[in-house]
């Protein structure tokens, strides 16, 4: 059985405590044990006990927390938390010297699967025009999405390498002039319940290709996390994608 700490007591915490409770293995053992939940007070995080993993689906303002946890007693970390900055994301790194750590901005496995799409558009179609555009519900606090970014990594990384760099534009206002070449639009809508909608579009003279992938529901991430879960205790300290941890291999 695996020992949890779950971090955060809003949706998906919540709804990460209940899959975990309810899974069971061939034999109808459980497979997880919650050893805390922790949400607004931090102190808790301080005083929980040892677990083989903690789950963070909550906010970018924890990590320090949930960090000294990690470095506290050695658990992994399977991280879906977005909004980080840039020096959060390297503290994020850090602690693979001590713990298997595996951060993704999306855990569904359909996301995965857009994502090595975009980069194969992306290569084929070097001469196109590319826009990005998610939808969430009105309660997100975060803007773009951690799935947007990773699709404009995909996006970037595919993409020959020019002159110019390839460079986001989070969205156009005004007389801003003719689309650089070089640019890729980001464009973040928010409203109503939307679990998650993710569109890369491709423009090319007279033809465009639309990727798309809806989320129906909050359960395809979590499911996808506690699968990874299962997948990183065990595994040796070191920072580890997704694509690693669900596939065996690395991100395109």
Request: charged residues 20%; proline residues 4%; aromatic residues 6%.
């Given at each position: 059985?695996?020992?949890?700490?779950?971090?955060?007591?809003?949706?998906?915490?919540?709804?990460?405590?209940?899959?975990?409770?309810?899974?069971?293995?061939?034999?109808?053992?459980?497979?997880?044990?919650?050893?805390?939940?922790?949400?607004?007070?931090?102190?808790?995080?301080?005083?929980?006990?040892?677990?083989?993993?903690?789950?963070?689906?909550?906010?970018?303002?924890?990590?320090?927390?949930?960090?000294?946890?990690?470095?506290?007693?050695?658990?992994?970390?399977?991280?879906?938390?977005?909004?980080?900055?840039?020096?959060?994301?390297?503290?994020?790194?850090?602690?693979?010297?001590?713990?298997?750590?595996?951060?993704?901005?999306?855990?569904?496995?359909?996301?995965?699967?857009?994502?090595?799409?975009?980069?194969?558009?992306?290569?084929?179609?070097?001469?196109?025009?590319?826009?990005?555009?998610?939808?969430?519900?009105?309660?997100?606090?975060?803007?773009?999405?951690?799935?947007?970014n990773m699709l404009l990594d995909a996006v970037t990384s595919a993409k020959e390498p020019t002159d110019?760099?390839?460079?986001?534009?989070?969205?156009?206002?005004?007389?801003?002039?003719?689309?650089?070449?070089?640019?890729?639009?980001?464009?973040?809508?928010?409203?109503?319940?939307?679990?998650?909608?993710?569109?890369?579009?491709?423009f090319g003279p007279s033809e465009e290709l639309t990727l798309t992938h809806r989320a129906e529901s909050?359960?395809?991430?979590?499911?996808?996390?506690?699968a990874a879960v299962q997948r990183l205790v065990g595994r040796p300290a070191g920072v580890y994608t997704?694509?690693?941890?669900?596939?065996?291999?690395?991100?395109?």
């Amino acid at each position: 059985m695996i020992s949890l700490v779950i971090m955060g007591n809003g949706r998906m915490g919540t709804l990460i405590r209940e899959h975990a409770e309810a899974a069971r293995d061939a034999s109808s053992a459980e497979l997880f044990e919650i050893v805390a939940q922790v949400g607004f007070d931090l102190d808790q995080l301080t005083e929980a006990p040892a677990a083989d993993v903690i789950v963070d689906f909550s906010n970018a303002a924890v990590l320090e927390a949930v960090a000294g946890y990690v470095r506290r007693t050695g658990a992994a970390l399977v991280s879906g938390t977005t909004g980080y900055s840039a020096a959060q994301m390297e503290t994020l790194h850090a602690l693979g010297a001590q713990a298997p750590v595996l951060h993704s901005g999306n855990y569904s496995i359909g996301v995965a699967a857009l994502r090595h799409l975009v980069a194969m558009a992306a290569r084929e179609l070097p001469g196109f025009d590319v826009e990005i555009c998610e939808t969430h519900h009105n309660k997100k606090a975060d803007a773009p999405s951690g799935t947007a970014n990773m699709l404009l990594d995909a996006v970037t990384s595919a993409k020959e390498p020019t002159d110019a760099p390839w460079h986001p534009i989070f969205g156009r206002q005004g007389m801003c002039g003719a689309r650089e070449a070089t640019e890729i639009g980001m464009h973040s809508l928010r409203g109503g319940t939307v679990a998650g909608t993710h569109t890369v579009s491709f423009f090319g003279p007279s033809e465009e290709l639309t990727l798309t992938h809806r989320a129906e529901s909050r359960e395809i991430f979590v499911n996808g996390a506690l699968a990874a879960v299962q997948r990183l205790v065990g595994r040796p300290a070191g920072v580890y994608t997704f694509d690693e941890i669900m596939f065996g291999e690395s991100a395109s």
